[in-house]
């Protein structure tokens, strides 16, 4: 049953596993006793400590263990922040960010700091020079100067690589500290540039869940935050999950001896999918960047499907995959990665094939991929190509009401009419479903109509415009 | 090799060694996610959480797992501190919290709360009457009326049974919600009484590290701090540490099923440690309370040797033990339970036997401790019994200096000489040993000799006076 959703969470790796159960004997006692049983705990800490400094490439005692990589970017970002209170107190950020990031940047800006988010572009990465220029003074009544950057080395749901080295020289010229997020990235490789913190998660490099790891170079200012407590210098409370993270260390170790030729071979696998989904499916975007990107992962989006319907038949087929898609979030709003690339949000799919993924399986993937999106458009009634004949019978306008309809409803109403209007006429969409504001753009994009803008409707609602030039 | 040290970490039981084999194969994806593997994953949790509560004797939607026993303590003690700020800013503790509750009362205090430290008994216990009446309005000049109060169910160091549900009414009667750190007792059984928030640790009951729980009752006003988080109700950030949460439901529920036998068994061999040691070493304080106590954990203290030195050779003899002695603290000073319950420091031992323990270990024990002290004691020079004759040749008082000299020297010096004054007669020992104000008045006590007080002596160090009296 081929799993897919290695970016969520990896299967534990045979080594993980082999090393977890060796430390259940060997590691479950106190590393901070002096007995037989806390000396060879400490031993094994300590070599989990270098083996994985070593693969972070950094020095021993720069690095800790946390319980998640979620808790080492809280710790990261909070104690950074605490320890350049006063040189500063402005927090810049990527606008595509794993949400641990963005939600400690909310919990700043709540405690009355200041937060920069740097935009992207469409292929998800941000640009180098906008991010320097964000390095800068605050915004005129937006106190402070910068604190820390956030940037991570890869993007978790496109696999945009970001332009690290280069957003690293800015910082050090600006004197700002990087915390660089490489929860995606660290299986594959160290990070490269001069980063100051990094933070990273074991359950995504196929380590156990439950161990994250927090880097912080010497000389960066840092002050831990919360109640104090002697483990791990201070920075991550709470007795070591030592099995965990002697599996973690042992883990990321062996990933890294494969990761040239597995990363080659997925890579492989990826760019099969980046290139067949097109052609086997209609009205499809591949999104993310084409070269610098993760090996293992790739996300697409269908129009006139629901994300949520589409990962529900491949689950019945077998495949787990995530989505990005409004409908399959707990807020009923798109990815935040999806919105801050402006690209398609609805029937979004994100594959990320673990190690070890069978060429059969994707082959097989690509089999089922087009008649599951095709059932799903059919139930939706969704319009097929060409659109209809281009005799418009109410004029130069039209209004479409898909107030109180989700994802896709409303992108699918619009295609079903466009037809209708003349060339130069115009299609008012009313809509109340937060995806269409990134959706209706996104398929103007698509199919090289004219995006005309947004203003408020009647009952709450949002009309959006669209102009036919085709 | 016997490790009696279970109160630090116990070993890991066979159960959750089980359990956890069997969750890394079925329970490594995201209980978020909707596909087959996360379903199971969310199975695995949904039935880890039932069993974890009804264990703890709560609703499993009150129940979240945390990283650690700590992270729980301190969740929930920020949490419910910033959910009654309204109402008012005091914590109350008790003076033998353990340090994961008595650094988040510091860490209150240092960002502008007030805190009431409620003292203890010789025994270890709290009075309910002085724990009811800091529930009070807050002391004048300290602001506030209390927020929350916490309470171990029994303390870590001496095995002493606080009166949790006396307290719990006391809370119930004047509003105040009572956390429990049940850290050492859960295991053992639930706590009884009508407790608002209760945190745990699994590793405390033969579940792996990395693990602990919080409850928090309906009803008890809560503000999750930190970043915002999805997962565990909002409580508890970060991927679940799912293979460990099953573990420790799993073990929680056998150890609990063989609590009553396993208790009265240890019990009996701790019985025995507590009536032979004083037996078999002179000079010896077994501290805590007699009946209402964990099964598993006596504690003891020998005048005029040193807590490491004891360590190293019962370590050397095979036995894994702990103390609360200064030598043994990374600051220098005696353990904080000690000192609240004004007994002897030095010379002091934990021993907590994990279930499972043998009778002929313990009697080993009780075979080579009074040689392991009678050597330290030689080689240190501490006096024999009985102390010298009665004529002093001093006249009515005599000064030993011990200054520079660390524990047990300062006590052994006075115990050498006290023999040299007349009854009525008095010996001040100058020393800087942060152990030695706990010990010499400790020392009096024991050997019925009156203890004058202390005052600022030349050079940095204190002047203690003992009078003798026999």
Redesign the interface.
Known sequence: ?P?F?AA?????HPVA?QA??AS??EG???PA??????RRARLLLDAAREAAAEAVGCRPDELVFT?????AV?AGI?GSLAGRRRVGNRLVVSAVEH??VL??A??HAATGGAVTEVPVGRTGAVDPDVFAAALGAGDAGDAGTVALACLQSANHEVGTEQPVAEVAEACRAAGVPLLVDAAQSLGWGPVEGGWSLLAA?A?KWGG?????LLAVRKGVRFAPQ?????RESGRA????????IVAAAASLRAVRAEAAAEGARLRALVDRIRARVPELVPDVEVVGDLVRRLPHLVTFSCLYVDG?TV??EL?REG????SGSSC?S?TLTPSHVLRAMGVLSEGNVRVSLPAGTAEEDVDRFLDVLPAVVAGVRERLGAPTRPSAAASAPGGGSLVVDALGRRCPIPVIELAKVIGDVPVGGTVTVLADDAAARLDIPAWCEMRGQEYVGESPAAGGGVAYVVRRTS
């Open positions: 049953m799993y959703d969520s969470a990896a299967p534990l596993r977890l159960l259940l004997d479950w006692a106190d006793r002096l007995y037989r049983e806390g319980p998640s990589g979620t808790r809280h909070s949400s641990s939600h400690a909310e919990s998660s359950h156990p869940a439950g161990v994250g919360g109640p104090l407590d002697e409370p709470g007795f070591e999950n030592l099995p965990g949520e990962l529900h689950d495949f787990s995959v995530s399959t707990s």
